[in-house]
């Protein structure tokens, strides 16, 4: 089998990250304070991560998404504001996202291959690989997994995933899609076909009712569906705005839909190592799988636990220890008050997210109720409807990424604003 060789290719043990529990969700109060987690989000750069999860996972996790940089050499911003016209990109708020440039194609590739090769080793007996990537790198990336997977892998599908949309280019076919490439340990993956049927085109439907002669002499079972072909036509997030949330890149939730439905089964155990938006974890909890995820940037980690949220799937939020924590301990610029069952908070901060633990032990934080704010029309609401122990404590989280808390330490006291 050809293998791809580059300056600098190796394959040296990569120091595993120390992690550090920082607290759990109960979405809307859920489970709280006693359901196990079933989701893991991590704030850290993900080979360290992932080489901190072999001693528990390795050869366990069912389906990895991987939705590396396309080795596109730009930068790209996130869209902070709320309730802005998306018809006038010149007054968007925007911040850092992230960036996908490197030196040369070696430093690259080496990025990629050592990330690879951890996700082989943490992919279950039976398991599947997905890696989105496009045009730029998809070649080399086939090569390398051709070597990774070795003679006992399974080569599955080449998907492309088209899309519509405006596009620059004016000495070429606009490109307007990107190459999904499936691998497997092993013939024994998942593959669940009557998961991901779609109905057949009417066309289709019409031709077999004329003639006996269509297709062949098979007749396909109409009432049932087809399984899709390889080439796969979703919108982009951009055009499905109750999906937006200004993280760049993100996928619609369609598409992470048909790879988690087709590959895995309820109860199994998603890993996104590439986080972005965390569309991948947000899927796997609304069809009942298990997930870990993980992302080096605070914005791409609020923005999985700000959807995920929404869910009702319990998780935990950890990080590298290596990463300092940033949470500002200020009270000043806010005011949280407790009266008739509910409690509301008063701030000046451009808050995007908040949440509360409402019988804080000091130690690990157990977010029981959260709000945050619409991506479309920029509303946010200071109140909520919790029962408060003798102590609490509410985080908060800005459209700049700032993190903010304060303890209430004991109703009396927040009743005060204190």
Same mark, same amino acid.
């Given at each position: 089998?050809?293998?791809?060789?580059?300056?600098?290719?190796?394959?040296?043990?990569?120091?595993?990250?120390?992690?550090?529990?920082?607290?759990?969700?109960?979405?809307?109060?859920?489970?709280?304070?006693?359901?196990?987690?079933?989701?893991?989000?991590?704030?850290?750069?993900?080979?360290?991560?992932?080489?901190?999860?072999?001693?528990?996972?390795?050869?366990?996790?069912?389906?990895?998404?991987?939705?590396?940089?396309?080795?596109?050499?730009?930068?790209?911003?996130?869209?902070?504001?709320?309730?802005?016209?998306?018809?006038?990109?010149?007054?968007?708020?925007?911040?850092?996202?992230?960036?996908?440039?490197?030196?040369?194609?070696?430093? /690259?590739?080496?990025?990629?291959?050592?990330?690879?090769?951890?996700?082989?080793?943490?992919?279950?007996?039976?398991?599947?690989? /997905?890696?989105?990537?496009?045009?730029?790198?998809?070649?080399?990336?086939?090569?390398?997994?051709?070597?990774?997977?070795?003679?006992?892998?399974?080569?599955?599908?080449?998907?492309?995933?088209?899309?519509?949309?405006?596009?620059?280019?004016?000495?070429?076919?606009?490109?307007?899609?990107?190459?999904?490439?499936?691998?497997?340990?092993?013939?024994?993956?998942?593959?669940?076909?009557?998961?991901?049927?779609?109905?057949?085109?009417?066309?289709?439907?019409?031709?077999?009712?004329?003639?006996?002669?269509?297709?062949?002499?098979?007749?396909?079972?109409?009432?049932?569906?087809?399984?899709?072909?390889?080439?796969?036509?979703?919108?982009?997030?951009?055009?499905?705005?109750?999906?937006?949330?200004?993280?760049?890149?993100?996928?619609?939730?369609?598409?992470?839909?048909?790879?988690?439905?087709?590959?895995?089964?309820?109860?199994?155990?998603?890993?996104?190592?590439?986080?972005?938006?965390?569309?991948?974890?947000?899927?796997?909890?609304?069809?009942?799988?298990?997930?870990?995820?993980?992302?080096?940037?605070?914005?791409?980690?609020?923005?999985?636990?700000?959807?995920?949220?929404?869910?009702?799937?319990?998780?935990?939020?950890?990080?590298?220890?290596?990463?300092?924590?940033?949470?500002?301990?200020?009270?000043?610029?806010?005011?949280?008050?407790?009266?008739?069952?509910?409690?509301?908070?008063?701030?000046?901060?451009?808050?995007?997210?908040?949440?509360?633990?409402?019988?804080?032990?000091?130690?690990?934080?157990?977010?029981?109720?959260?709000?945050?704010?619409?991506?479309?029309?920029?509303?946010?609401?200071?109140?909520?409807?919790?029962?408060?122990?003798?102590?609490?404590?509410?985080?908060?989280?800005?459209?700049?990424?700032?993190?903010?808390?304060?303890?209430?330490?004991?109703?009396?006291?927040?009743?005060?604003?204190?």
């Amino acid at each position: 089998m050809p293998i791809l060789n580059w300056k600098g290719k190796r394959l040296a043990p990569p120091a595993p990250a120390a992690l550090i529990q920082d607290s759990i969700l109960y979405p809307n109060g859920l489970g709280y304070p006693k359901s196990n987690a079933d989701g893991r989000i991590i704030l850290g750069e993900n080979l360290s991560i992932m080489a901190a999860l072999l001693p528990e996972y390795e050869g366990r996790i069912d389906l990895i998404y991987a939705d590396p940089p396309f080795f596109t050499n730009r930068k790209f911003p996130t869209r902070v504001g709320r309730g802005e016209d998306s018809r006038k990109p010149e007054k968007w708020k925007l911040a850092e996202g992230y960036h996908d440039a490197w030196s040369d194609l070696d430093a /690259y590739l080496q990025f990629l291959y050592e990330r690879l090769a951890l996700m082989f080793r943490l992919l279950s007996p039976n398991g599947t690989l /997905y890696l989105h990537l496009d045009w730029h790198a998809d070649a080399y990336a086939r090569l390398i997994l051709d070597e990774i997977f070795g003679t006992e892998g399974v080569f599955i599908n080449e998907i492309i995933w088209a899309y519509h949309g405006p596009s620059p280019i004016k000495t070429a076919f606009n490109r307007k899609h990107d190459t999904i490439l499936s691998y497997a340990k092993s013939k024994n993956y998942t593959f669940n076909a009557d998961d991901v049927r779609e109905p057949y085109s009417p066309n289709t439907v019409a031709t077999f009712k004329s003639s006996r002669k269509a297709g062949f002499g098979k007749v396909p079972d109409l009432e049932r569906g087809k399984v899709p072909e390889d080439w796969w036509y979703f919108p982009v997030v951009a055009r499905l705005h109750n999906e937006r949330t200004g993280y760049p890149t993100q996928k619609p939730e369609v598409l992470l839909e048909r790879i988690i439905r087709a590959s895995s089964n309820p109860g199994d155990l998603v890993a996104d190592f590439f986080c972005g938006s965390g569309t991948t974890s947000l899927v796997a909890a609304k069809n009942g799988r298990k997930f870990i995820t993980c992302d080096e940037s605070i914005r791409a980690v609020q923005t999985a636990r700000s959807r995920l949220a929404n869910t009702k799937t319990v998780f935990s939020f950890e990080r590298d220890s290596a990463i300092k924590n940033e949470v500002v301990y200020e009270s000043k610029n806010i005011r949280a008050n407790i009266s008739d069952g509910l409690i509301r908070l008063e701030t000046a901060l451009d808050v995007d997210f908040w949440e509360v633990d409402p019988d804080w032990d000091g130690k690990m934080f157990k977010s029981a109720a959260q709000s945050q704010r619409h991506a479309r029309s920029g509303e946010i609401h200071f109140e909520s409807k919790i029962k408060i122990g003798r102590a609490a404590c509410v985080r908060l989280v800005t459209v700049d990424g700032k993190q903010f808390q304060l303890y209430v330490q004991a109703v009396a006291d927040a009743a005060n604003g204190l």
